[in-house]
């Protein structure tokens, strides 16, 4: 009984495998490039596609990481070396020089009248 499962057993895995390597057997489209298939017309295009499209991939995921930076760092005020504080216009600081005697009468009465006020 036990010899006859064995052999029913093996019968069955050769039935059912045995399609399958026949399949495996017979031709395909890709066997009629040949060895060449990337030269002759069979995939030329991946090889220039593919760079060009692994490089915008990568253009798009580092233009989203530097909008999600600045998106999340909030807004930029530019330098603060070079700025002055919040209302502060350029005929106050005029005037704080005046008063620290950095220039003269004559200097402050020409830059305010260069400022416009």
Known sequence: MKLSN?????????????PSCAWAQ??????????????????WYGMIFGPLFMILVLAVIIAVAVLLVRWLGGPW???????????????D???????????????????RRALGD
């Open 93 to 111: 600081i005029l005037k704080e020089r005046f008063a620290r005697g950095e220039i003269d009468k004559q200097e402050f009465e020409e830059r």
């Open 6 to 18: 064995a052999i029913y057993g093996a019968a069955s895995t050769a039935v059912a495998v045995l």
């Open 77 to 91: 005020h530019g330098s603060a070396w070079n700025q002055a504080p919040p209302g502060r216009t350029p005929l």
């Open 26 to 43: 017979g031709s395909s489209d890709a066997d009629r490039y040949g060895p060449h298939m990337m030269w002759w017309g069979g995939g």
